[in-house]
Nanobody
Framework: QVRLVESGGGLVQAGGSLRLYCTVSERLSSVDVLGWFRQAPGKGREFVGAVSLTGLTAGSTDYSDSVRDRFTIANDNVQNTVNLQMNSMNPDDTANYFC?????????????????WGQGTQVTVSS
């Protein structure tokens, strides 16, 4: 059973940056795709971005329109960890952020495609 743990959440001012981490209990190559999702108060969970970790498309990424050019997903220097770098943040980015993983190829924006989920980390952006 793959376990995911998010960390790095907190409070940041509008225009600032924050980096989230997702640590996987097994080698990163044990899952094919790792995604980030977020859920704001009173709203449904939405796709943020995803990275392909294995196969010919390893390293490829996909982002939602709302975060493209501001957020970046990358392998971290820490073992079995992927980070989500968030820049130019605004209050609309306030949400509980989740990482998720799946063992099938293909970047996917649907949360139903992901089997393994972390517990989430809260991010609050003040105006």
């Amino acid at each position: 059973q793959v376990r995911l743990v998010e960390s790095g959440g907190g409070l940041v001012q509008a225009g600032g940056s924050l980096r989230l981490y997702c640590t996987v209990s097994e080698r990163l190559s044990s899952v094919d795709v790792l995604g980030w999702f977020r859920q704001a108060p009173g709203k449904g969970r939405e796709f943020v971005g995803a990275v392909s970790l294995t196969g010919l498309t390893a390293g490829s990424t996909d982002y939602s329109d709302s975060v493209r050019d501001r957020f970046t997903i990358a392998n971290d220097n820490v073992q079995n960890t992927v980070n989500l770098q968030m820049n130019s943040m605004n209050p609309d980015d306030t949400a509980n952020y989740f990482c998720a993983a799946k063992r099938t190829f293909g970047l996917d924006r649907s949360q139903g495609a992901y089997v393994y989920w972390g517990q989430g980390t809260q991010v609050t952006v003040s105006s």
